[in-house]
């Protein structure tokens, strides 16, 4: 896509280019902050000037400082640190109990509530690792999942045993011991019983911030999900990086309703709490229709988002409530620049602080200064410190460009590229640990990059840059397809088309037609009733070269999401369109009327002809 697209949302309603001071301050504390985790030494010491850098001796300071403080308020009940500490520990016990061992692993597979924390922290608390399995999967995706973890243990829910009973002759051990993890079941009554005190510190003495606490998975782009090793020292950034620019404190109430087992929510959104003493709300499940009441009902102060999140609620009617509520700021990432200026005006919450960062990666970027679109900055001035580069590749293969000398080359100013970043072992933030498999590990790395031998982490991601340093999302590799010799951005197509009127959301994607080189754009909305399929011309004629015009147009009762709320186009993507011909719903576009119509039988026969001309 050309840059005048790339280009678009880039700036908010007033200057974008002026910064206030509160913002100057906290990057430079954040600058600060993040230049003192990279002293870490994750090797030979367990405490560090910055104190420890294992999980659990963090949060159980926290819980020295904080127990009759509330950790969480779930479906109406409150609990204290001191209780999650109690339950924590028996947690602990439990795995003494049965003989796990530091470096072992315990597979957690259950829905949210505080319980989830409770596991992994306890088991943090003997140096057992968690892996944290998405309570969405079944079949070939959960066995995959649980046999990579080698789990020495699975602990789950009543709502998620059958899934594993489902699978669990497919495991490499099939005699796995299996836990449900609900009020009144017999390993809840078996918990009750065990001690509440801490475990003695000697079961982690030989622990180090090198060592792994946790596994997330992370499906990337194809495939099975990856399980990324996460240390303590890596997690407790994660954990502990966004307290001083979200001024979080022990008053606040921290809103949750994303699934614990994502990196955004369970560790970043979960840690900013728990290492500042602050009150987590936690839901079950994400409601739009009930966020902004539950939020006025319980006094949250900030929110935790990720993907699709604003929208949805933007989806919903205005009301009072999303107005006369507590909430000031909201911690997240994957917000589109039109769901961002929509949202801020609806709601009044004019701190979104949107970051950047992948679950495995190590490469971090955060919004400090609110321009709508970005996703956080490096100033010139400490742009050789922050080791972050696009370098540029090619827009249909994805494939990093290299000079004839064999190097990348950086892309330039406001030129989409994929974004990289500097791998160093030795320093806490810009380590990177990789997956369980090894092969998956490799392909993640880029080697010879601006010099020989040395090696950078690839995101995946294309981003640019602008002049001042700030950092914008384009897409996802592989989410830019191309069309008549032109480049086209999914995500810069989705927005445009959100603005048409009664377009509640829009998915994206390209789609192959016969005898045409490339794909063409299809656009899958879900509409309300004020929409009319002749108002879209005049929206996408107004921001969209024609080469990005959606050449389908096909309308959904609804999308399929993942459990983070990101859409799903890969049942979308496998329809094509050739079944879709006559399919009410369904339209193509034709440029000489300026409109969509109907499409028909007749067309795809055309279009199969090469008679039809798009």
Not at 369 to 395: A, E, F, H, W
Request: aromatic share 8%.
């Amino acid at each position: 896509m050309d840059l005048s697209l790339a280009k678009r949302g880039a700036k908010p309603a007033d200057q974008s280019d002026r910064r206030d001071g509160g913002a100057l301050s906290r990057l430079w504390k954040q600058i600060v902050y993040t230049a003192k985790l990279r002293q870490i030494d994750q090797d030979t010491k367990a405490f560090t000037p910055l104190g420890s850098v294992l999980i659990p001796d963090v949060l159980e300071g926290t819980v020295d400082r904080f127990a009759d403080n509330t950790a969480f308020i779930f479906e109406g009940a409150r609990s204290t640190y001191a209780d999650l500490e109690a339950r924590a520990n028996r947690i602990a016990a439990w795995g003494q109990n049965i003989g796990l061992k530091p470096g072992d692993t315990v597979a957690l597979f259950m829905d949210n509530r505080p319980d989830y924390v409770a596991v992994w922290f306890g088991l943090s608390k003997i140096g057992v690792i968690t892996a944290l399995i998405n309570s969405h999967l079944s079949g070939t995706g959960l066995t995959h999942c649980l046999n990579v973890a080698e789990a020495k243990a699975i602990i789950t829910c009543q709502e998620l045993d059958a899934r594993v009973r489902d699978i669990r002759a497919d495991l490499v051990d099939s005699t796995v011991p299996v836990e449900i993890l609900d009020p009144g079941s017999t390993f809840s009554n078996w918990l009750e019983t065990l001690s509440s005190d801490r475990p003695d510190r000697s079961q982690r003495d030989a622990l180090r911030g090198k060592d792994v606490a946790l596994l997330i998975y992370t499906s990337g782009t194809t495939g099975l999900p990856k399980a990324a090793k996460m240390t303590h020292a890596r997690c407790l950034i994660m954990m502990r990086s966004f307290a001083t620019p979200c001024q979080v404190g022990p008053d606040d109430v921290i809103y949750e309703t994303l699934p614990l087992y994502h990196g955004t929510t369970g560790v970043c959104g979960v840690g900013i709490a728990l290492t500042t003493g602050a009150a987590i709300l936690l839901r079950r499940k994400f409601s739009a229709s009930a966020f902004w009441n539950e939020a006025r009902e319980y006094g949250a102060t900030m929110f935790i988002y990720v993907g699709e999140l604003g929208r949805f609620l933007m989806n919903q009617p205005p009301s009072d409530a999303e107005r006369t509520h507590k909430m000031t700021r909201g911690l997240g990432n994957g917000m589109r620049p039109d769901v961002w200026r929509q949202f801020v005006n609806r709601t009044g919450i004019k701190q979104l602080f949107e970051f950047y960062g992948s679950t495995e990666g190590n490469i971090s970027l955060i919004n400090l200064d609110g321009t709508i679109g970005s996703v956080g900055c490096v100033p010139p001035i400490i742009r050789k410190q922050m080791l972050i580069r696009v370098v540029k590749t090619d827009p249909v293969t994805g494939e990093i460009l290299r000079t004839p000398d064999g190097l990348c080359m950086e892309a330039d100013i406001d030129e989409p590229g994929e974004a990289i970043g500097a791998i160093k072992q030795t320093e806490t933030r810009n380590s990177f640990e990789g997956y369980s498999d090894k092969s998956a590990t490799e392909k993640k790395i880029l080697r010879n990059v601006f010099e020989a031998n040395d090696a950078w982490f690839r995101s995946g991601d294309l981003m640019r840059r602008d002049r001042m340093g700030r950092f914008y999302f384009v897409d996802r590799v592989g989410d830019t397809f191309r069309w008549k010799s032109e480049n086209v951005s999914t995500t810069e197509v989705a927005e445009v088309m959100s603005h048409v009127p009664g377009v509640t959301i829009a998915n994206v994607f390209g789609v192959p037609v016969p005898g045409f080189d490339g794909k063409a754009g299809m656009a899958a909305v879900s509409v309300d009733e004020t929409f009319s399929v002749a108002s879209v011309y005049e929206e996408i004629a107004k921001h969209l070269p024609s080469y990005a015009r959606p050449v389908f147009l096909r309308i959904v009762d609804g999308h399929d999401t993942t459990g983070t709320l990101k859409l799903s186009k890969v049942d979308l993507v496998k329809q094509g369109i050739d079944r879709l011909a006559n399919v009410d719903g369904v339209f193509i576009l034709d440029e000489r009327e300026k409109s969509y119509r109907p499409y028909t039988i007749s067309d795809r026969d055309a279009l199969a002809e090469g008679a039809l001309r798009l």
